[in-house]
């Protein structure tokens, strides 16, 4: 019975310590922090990072980059289904870098202050209804800026 809880474990840790060091595109910045820029990771690179599992490795948001936006809403008063072919982009207008601290998001521009992402963005979101081509449409807008 001692096997059955260690191997989960097993399962869990250790991929993720020969993952970190697997990152080849990755590069060493300060303070043993290696910065990987968005484009160059995998789909297995994201998840232990994301999970925080890899505290060290920042992700690299570069200015002019695009990223596709899937979006999902699901509730009891309204929810949003996107076309699986259609997919919006985010372009990034600042380089800006995350990384998974523990259970904590956290951003920085400069790779030497690293905040919360509620500490690090300011800005607002407006829904509304309008009525274009004399259909009703609601119009989702947000406005976010860095603080500081």
């Known amino acids: 019975m001692k096997y059955f809880y260690l191997l989960p474990l097993l399962a869990l840790t250790a991929p993720v310590a020969v993952h970190a060091e697997k990152l080849t595109k990755s590069h060493l910045c300060c303070e043993g ?7 160059d990771l995998t789909e297995q690179d994201i998840d232990p990072m994301m999970q925080g599992k890899c505290p060290n490795v920042a992700i690299e948001f570069s200015t002019g980059t695009k990223l596709s936006l899937s979006m999902f809403l699901k509730g009891d008063i309204l929810s949003f289904a996107q076309d699986k072919d259609q997919f919006s982009a985010i ?27 509620s500490d690090f963005i ?27």
């Open 33 to 39: 922090l290696s910065v990987v820029n968005v484009r």
């Open 91 to 117: 372009t990034v207008e600042r380089t800006f870098y995350a990384r998974c601290v523990e259970d904590n998001l956290m951003l920085s521009t400069d790779l030497l202050s690293w905040t919360p992402i």
């Open 122 to 148: 300011t800005g607002n979101v407006n829904l509304q209804l309008l009525v274009q081509d004399q259909t009703p449409v609601f119009s989702f807008k947000a406005e976010l800026n860095c603080k500081g």
